[in-house]
T-cell receptor, first 115, second 114 residues
């Protein structure tokens, strides 16, 4: 149990395009999902908290107009990187919080490369 | 500023030995503590969670929590080469607006050599 999927696993795009990343909890409901970014040899940095049916809460320094988050159902959250630039190239990882015990389970991650 | 500190390593132990990973945190309001394992290029995988003082054992893994000292550790017994990875300590507060938000340490790189 506690499986979280992410799609796509890898994406390469041109500068200026938008990229949508999906995060799904497959066998449990997640009222809260989190989006992280991890640069090489660094730890995970929380970008935003996504709550089902409400607006996402962004961490300080994260541009909400650039990183659009939608949490339309109890099992799906999406992150859209708008007008991506090379500095947005990173490993984006979502996690879903299981309501019963507050444990978080991570998706496999999406490696974004912006040319 | 809330912080989670780990001994960055790298930590190298021989196969079969005990690996000891340590973590301290600054927010006394923290209530949930987690250890994740992350292989290179992969996302973190939950190994252990611990919520109350003392030890919690799961197979070869033992997590230890001391809230008074704001210290949490992970022991890996009978270390195997497949345990070689980066181990992340994560801490979550009790509630409020930060409920469920994890703060990660910088990770400890563990290498288990045959």
């Amino acid at each position: 149990g506690a499986v979280v999927s992410q799609h796509p696993s890898r994406v390469i795009c041109k500068s200026g395009t938008s990229v949508k990343i999906e995060c799904r909890s497959l066998d449990f409901q997640a009222t809260t999902m989190f989006w992280y970014r991890q640069f090489p040899k660094q730890s995970l940095m929380l970008m935003a908290t996504s709550n089902e049916g409400s607006k996402a809460t962004y961490e300080q320094g994260v541009e909400k107009d650039k990183f659009l988050i939608n949490h339309a159902s109890l099992t799906l959250s999406t992150l859209t990187v708008t007008s991506a630039h090379p500095e947005d190239s990173s490993f984006y990882i979502c996690s879903a919080r299981r309501l019963a015990d507050n444990e978080q389970f991570f998706g496999p991650g999406t490696r974004l490369t912006v040319l | 500023q809330k912080e989670v500190e780990q001994n960055s390593g790298p930590l190298s132990v021989p196969e079969g030995a005990i690996a000891s990973l340590n973590c301290t945190y600054s927010d006394r309001g923290s209530q949930s503590f987690f250890w994740y394992r992350q292989y290179s290029g992969k996302s973190p995988e939950l190994i252990m969670s611990i919520y109350s003082n003392g030890d919690k054992e799961d197979g070869r893994f033992t997590a230890q929590l001391n809230k008074a000292s704001q210290y949490v550790s992970l022991l890996i017994r009978d270390s195997q080469p497949s345990d070689s990875a980066t181990y992340l300590c994560a801490v979550a507060p009790a509630g409020g607006t930060s409920y469920g938000k994890l703060t990660f340490g910088q990770g400890t790189i563990l290498t288990v050599h045959p």
